[in-house]
DNA sequence: GGTTTCGATCGAGCCACAACGATAA
DNA sequence: CCTTATCGTTGTGGCTCGATCGAAA
């Protein structure tokens, strides 16, 4: 009986082989391209965050009790062959959605974090981020996504800004950075990519300081009507009043739509109640009309994180694991060029 | 529960050579 | 300043092999 169980449990945690595709042989050559490009010797083995984030991810759980559906947090920003995880990991990808529910307005890549402002959250910006574990880019627009901590700590998010320079400075170069480089800088045995889940913490202590010109703003939006947040699913939301301390409220008030948007990243709207009469209404009915909100906020919130994890699929589904070749002369070349067992040889 | 075995996967390296880029004449 | 020649470096794809990982025994 126990073996059998046992037995089960194996069976159950198996993991399929990968299938190679056509797309695996591109993301391959993208992965050797980048090797040679960075350097010929052997590069120094990088710290795989998989256990850090074993780690980081229970400690978030114990103090923000992230919603998960699965016990299995494997950190897999990068899914290689997304037509095989469709359906094997709906669990996973509910995850994965929860961390990129805001990717839509890029709010959890560093460029949507920092240059909300100036960044474009282009899919290739996405591409960018996500596509590897080890780039400061990604392992910190992930620790942001779950990083729901609040703490300061302006060491970090200078590290943090001091990544953005370096890639703006190189912005066809993607920038390595070794984990114990950060880890170093840091001086501690803290996990080195928390440090922009204590920005995103930053962010919810203090203001969103973004200096605009509101009005220049206005008037170029004048056509192209009004100013609301698309993405909801029923009702528009309208862009808050920065003057209001929304964040704190809503974390005070200890909203948490399930999407591990604990306030602060949803914006809500009060619901209108008006009557046919006008706008007053009976105690008892507004005493009704409260659960009955609550109840369709709750339906509503299921609705949206449905509409979220179905605008992350098909995006990532969307998504371009094509090669870039920098010279198709070369390929041309190369695929000209005789081989035995994969080498080039000497032509005749 | 610990150890060993086995199979799948991954990553690094190899190969020839045209193209590229820098420098000198 | 422009052109030409020279030389070292880069990039390209398919294959192999050792390392690694996870499941099974």
Redesign the pocket.
Known sequence: MVLDLR?EM??K????????TSS??GE??I???L???RN????P?YL?L?LRYFSTDQKLQESTEIPTTTSSAQLNLFP?HPENLVEEKDAHDENVAILFSAADGGATTLNGVLGAASTSSSDEDMNKNHSTTTTLSASDSLTFAYGRRVRDSEEEVALVKTAMRNKEREPSEEKWVSLSEVVERRGDEEVSSRGAADLGGCWRNQRLSLKLDYEEILNAWSDKGPLYIHGAVDSPQTVPDIHDHFLASDLSNGINDGWGNSGGCVWRVPELLLTSKGNELAPILIEVKAEEQQEQAMVKAAGQREASVQRYKEKRQNRLFS?????????L???K?P?L???????D
């Open positions: 037995k194996r069976t945690r198996r993991m399929p082989r990968k299938q190679y695996d042989v391959k050559t992965k050797k391209s090797r040679k490009t010929k010797t052997r590069k083995k795989s998989r290689l090669k870039k070749i920098r010279y198709e002369v070369r390929k070349n190369a695929d060029r081989r067992k994969g080498r080039f040889v000497k032509r």
